[in-house]
């Protein structure tokens, strides 16, 4: 059983950056793929970027690509997500996914682990 723990969420203006951090436990960090995705008010849940078990691949939704950098550190069990230029439509509470599959960690109802969710909000 892996437990996920996300931080570094927060109130930011709108051009501005935050770097949101997901620590793993209780199981092989490096035997997943962590998957940040993202859900605004009333809407569902949606991709935002993954990462290989090594590093060595990711992906990106179109509407952070560019802007946005997904990276981890096996050693210290942590994924993370460097977000630049940020927009008020980027304003959601955003979620760290972990699964063995690459396929599966981009799509929320296959990833078979959740943290608990970290706010971003971007004032305009």
């Known amino acids: 059983q892996v437990q996920l723990v996300e931080s570094g969420g927060g109130l930011v203006q709108a051009g501005g950056s935050l770097r949101l951090s997901c620590a793993a436990s209780?199981?092989?960090?490096?035997?997943?793929?962590m998957g940040w995705f993202r859900q605004a008010p009333g809407k569902e849940r949606n991709f935002v970027a993954r990462?290989?078990?090594?590093?060595?691949?990711?992906d990106y939704a179109d509407s952070v690509k560019g802007r946005s950098t997904i990276s981890r550190d096996n050693a210290k069990n942590t994924v993370y997500l460097q977000m630049n230029s940020l927009e008020p439509e980027d304003t959601a509470v955003y979620y760290c996914a972990a699964d063995v599959s690459w396929s599966a960690a981009r799509i929320p109802d296959r990833c078979d682990y959740w943290g608990q969710g970290t706010q971003v909000t971007v004032s305009s």
């Open positions: 209780g199981g092989t960090f490096s035997s997943y793929v």
């Open positions: 990462i290989a078990w090594r590093g060595e691949t990711t």
